[in-house]
């Protein structure tokens, strides 16, 4: 319930400066030492446990504090929460992690390593795995992925993001899961200098 509620406010946050901003005209801004963005989007996600897939609401944010030269590293925080389960089991997860972008003008594409807590309910009554029943397990999460943020205004971007993720589990042979994630999100780019603009 907890990580629910924390990632409804995360959503809630990201989404509210997105909904103010949909309609505002295009301005390019400079480039900032310090920038903060927020992001909300779907998540499609193979679950790597018997062909099971989720349908994920992501929401997270990122903060670059510095750039050196092209690259502008950054930190980053996420968490995903399935609304639609599919039939053998729910993940969700909550993650951390440096992020490195490499701008090259409306297009920031971008490589990341997430790191944190993920959770499986077993869906319809629980998954059997050898002579046990499981209805539910926890794991730490890793997270390495790649992504591109298109700007469509100086602070309205498009973001694809995929992660391929690495869980332990005790209901299959391995003791470990691969699950594949693809989100698109929208992204609201916090502009410290609004007084200040040119081309990117």
Request: overall charge positive; cysteine-free; hydrophobic content about 40%.
């Given at each position: ?68 030269r092209r690259f502008r590293p950054a930190a ?81 971007a498009v973001k694809v ?40």
């Amino acid at each position: 319930m907890k990580f629910k509620k924390t990632l409804t406010s995360l959503a809630l946050l990201s989404a509210l400066p997105l909904a103010r901003n949909a309609f505002a005209q295009s301005k390019p801004t400079a480039t900032q030492q310090l920038q903060l963005s927020a992001f909300v989007g779907g998540t499609g996600t193979f679950t790597d446990l018997a062909g099971g897939k989720n349908l994920d609401i992501t929401a997270g944010a990122d903060i670059t504090v510095l750039t050196f030269r092209r690259f502008r590293p950054a930190a980053e925080i996420r968490g995903s929460y399935p609304i639609d389960e599919g039939t053998i089991s729910s993940q969700k997860n909550f993650l951390l992690g440096p992020k490195f972008d490499y701008p090259i003008g409306r297009l920031h594409p971008y490589a990341n390593f997430l790191i944190g807590r993920g959770g499986i309910d077993y869906i319809r009554g629980g998954y059997i795995f050898g002579n046990v029943r499981y209805l539910s397990s926890n794991t730490l999460v890793l997270s390495p992925g790649v992504g591109l943020d298109y700007n469509l205004t100086h602070q309205l971007a498009v973001k694809v993001d995929f992660q391929y993720q690495h869980w332990n589990t005790p209901t299959v042979a391995s003791g470990s899961i691969s699950p594949k994630a693809a989100t698109l999100a929208a992204v609201y780019i916090f502009d410290f200098n609004p007084r200040h603009h040119h081309a990117q």
